[in-house]
Structures are given as C-alpha cells and as structure tokens.
C-alpha cells in the first residue's frame, strides 16, 4: 500500500523533529525498504544537534566506514555552545525562578520589563538569550527543556516576531513531549495568533504578500495539528470543529487536500458520539454529510480507499463497491501513522454506517437475510466471520431485539416494527415538515459561497504572486 502512504506528502510541512517519529514509523511498516528510511533520518538528523543520533544512523548506514571526524567537532561545537547559552540565559532564569517575582508580575509586558530592569537590571538581551537557549535545547533534543524556557521567553518578550516563532517551538516541543493537553492549548493559542491577519503574527519574507504567508502559516498549522488532534481524546471532534470551518476548509482545498484523508477519518470515528447526541456540536453531527460534498468536489484533486468509501457509500449507493474500498481503507488506516491505533474503532464504525446505510434505503427487510447480510458487512477475516456468526446466531427473540437496537441507534427518526408472520421488518418513516425539508436544502448555501469567494480571491493572489518564492523553512 506505498502509494498510499503520505509520509513524503506531510514531511514538507513539519520541523525536521516532527518529522522523526513518522520516518520511525515507516520502519515499523516497512512499507519502504529500511535503507532508504534510515538514509532519510540521517539526512535529517545531521541539520540537528543531536550528534549521537546522526553518529548511530551513520553506523547502521555505513557498518563497514568510519565514522567522519567532522561529527566529533560539531559534538564539542555543540557542548561549548550550550555552555555559552546558558551561561548567557542564567540571570533571567535565576530571576524568574525566584517565587517573589514570578508574584509580581502582571499581564503588562512593558511594565514588567520595567520592574526586572529596575529591581534586577535584567535586559532585553538577556530575555532574547532565553530564547537562543530554549531554541538550541530544542536543537539538541531536549524538548522538555525547550519548551520551559521558551514559555518563560515568551512570558516576558515584546518581540512578536520571536513570540510567534517561540509559539511554534513550544508546540512542537509539547507534541514531543506527549504533553497533549498542553499541545492543544498551545495549538489552540497559535492559531488565533495565525488567524488575527496581523503581519507581524506571521513568518514572512519581503517579498510574499501577508495573505499568502497566512496560507502559508495555517497550512503549516493544519499539518502539525494532526499529532495533537489524534492524540488527544477530544481531538477528532476538535478537528470536525477546526478543519471543517470555512477558512480552514478552505485552506485544505487550495493548499493540501490529502487532509481529507484525516477529516473522513475523524468523521467516521466521531460517529458514536454524533449519534449520541451528547455534547457533539452541530458540525460533528452532520459532519458526514459534509465531508461527503467535499470529497465530491476535490475528488479530481486527492482520492484514497478512506475517502472512497464514503463516496461509494452515500454518493453511488454501492454498497458492494464501499466493502471493498473498506477492505483496502483498513490496511490504508493501519499503516497510517496518526490513524493506526483506531483501526479497530473505524472499522466498527463504517460498519454500522454501512448497516445503517442499508436500513435507511429499505422500508422492509427480510430478518434472515439482513443477518446474511450483517455477516458479510462485518466478517473482514475467518476469525471474526466465525465471532460474527455465533453473535448472529441468536434465538428469534433476541435476534429481533439486536435488528431493532440497530435501527433504533441510527437515529433515524424511524420506527421500527417486526412482522412475525412474514418475518420481516417493516420501517416507517415520518415525513420532515416543509419548512424542515427547506432548511436542510439550504443549509450549505452560505458556506459554499464563501468558499467561492475565498478560492477566487486566492487564485488572484496566486497569479499575482508567481515569481514570489514559498516559505519552506524557518523558525517554525
């Protein structure tokens, strides 16, 4: 399934650290051969301080070569280097450290920079030197360390500049870290940062236009967002809330559709608690319905079996086309690295979303044939097949009692009856009200044409801005 794999797509969105555990991933899968990967986590670790690590993967690179001698001077660079930093760091940081202090201070930047100056003759020089030694701990792998002393900086820092790049260093130091709770404050905060329009707030070069770098930035975001949102256990009904908002949505469309990947996911696996009704936003539970339009509309841009299935599912009604495309979206989620762990979760719920597909076309359905056919829909392997079939294998009561069950969580506003003569059920739906009926219909209108909107005014800027070269890098 490596064409399939997006490792090669995301990797040029993220901090060469982030980067690492997806490389470490693909070793796992081995969907690559293991020379090639680890050829790729060296040439990323040699642009870090991480000396040890660029040394090893040389070793298992190169078992028959000496190591160069140009990573021994580049550990001692580093070591004297940290020396230096901390040595420079170390008056704001025993200052800060006092619990006195941390006291007064007050939401007032300029007034607290005041206060230090005054009271500890601490300097702008010495707070930015908090940030070149939080920023080369980060270097050096120590993110735990990295994301302390850039709080602290940006806690003190007038600097928007250096304050959105220490935003970004903190998060990814959070992520690292698997401090997810903190990550998604961090990410939460970043992102107002980025969405404020206010060209300082955003890493730009002098020639790119700020609209731009505001793609630019929140497709960076979008990209570092996915360790947080499938991580956290809120986190695929945040990111229903956040991808599938306008701006967002529409920053997916131009800049990086395979994200669709990821949405289709979270909304499949956010199908318990949309159906549930349970503090799920609007979004969430028709987030479905959604996805589906988009996956119509950017299909000539990004397909995969993932995506697919819902497309065969609600879009052709084909029901025999959407089990195989769940089948190949099975072993796609498996060797994906941010949606493996829910391969279990998200073929429990396709399922029931094919199942509750079915009941939703048929207004009477034969009891023996729908077991047959709830078998088949959830037999992927032997050993499941055989779980399956003894499950199904109930009395008629207890049989007529599950089909019921399954009808009744679909929440399809249906009621259910079983007709014991004909064994059969017969659904009866209610028909929505005319006015209902006219809000469901033009519900999207609004949104479509803002996205409308936004897509032509980025294509202008687009055009406009051709010659212009991309942000590839930076502090982030």
Known sequence: MAEHDLTK???????????????????????????????????????????DYAVNLFEQLYPDQEVPEEFSRKRETAVSTNERLQQEAQAVLDVIENPGVAQALRQDKNQNLTFLKDNYNVTLEQ???????????????????????LYHFRVLSTDSELNTSAHWGKLASDILTGKWDTALEELNTLRDVVDSRSPSSLLTTPTEPAALAQLHSRTWLVHWSLFVYFNHPQGRTLLLETFLSPTYLNTIQTSCPWILRYITAAAILSRKSAAGG??????????IREVVKVIQMEEYQYQDPVTSFLKELYVEF??????????????????????????????????????????????????????????IVWASDELIYRDLSERLNLSRDEGEKWIVNLIRETRMGAEAKIDLEKNVI??????????????????????RTQALGAGMLHSQQAVQSQSQPSIVDGAR
């Open 426 to 447: 017969e659904i009866h739906r209610t028909a929505l009200p005319v006015y209902q009926t006219v809000i469901e219909k033009t519900r999207g209108l609004a949104f």
């Open 278 to 287: 349970n503090n799920s936003s609007s979004r969430v539970r028709y987030s």
């Open 127 to 149: 707070i930015n030197a908090l940030y070149n030694f939080g920023q080369f701990q980060y270097t050096y792998g120590n993110y735990s360390g990295a994301a302390d002393y």
């Open 318 to 375: 084909d029901f025999e086309a959407a089990q195989r495309q769940l089948s190949l979206a099975e072993r796609v989620v498996t060797d994906d690295f941010f949606l493996g762990e829910f391969r279990d979760e998200f073929l429990d719920n396709a399922r029931y979303l094919i199942s509750e597909a079915y009941c939703r076309i048929h207004q009477r359905i034969d009891i023996g044939y729908l077991f047959l056919y709830l078998v």
């Open 9 to 51: 797509t995301i990797i040029p969105y993220l901090d060469r650290h982030l980067a690492f555990p997806l490389l470490a991933h693909l070793v796992e899968t081995q969907l690559f051969p293991v020379e090639q990967v680890q050829a790729a986590q060296y040439e990323l670790a040699k642009g870090t301080n991480m000396v």
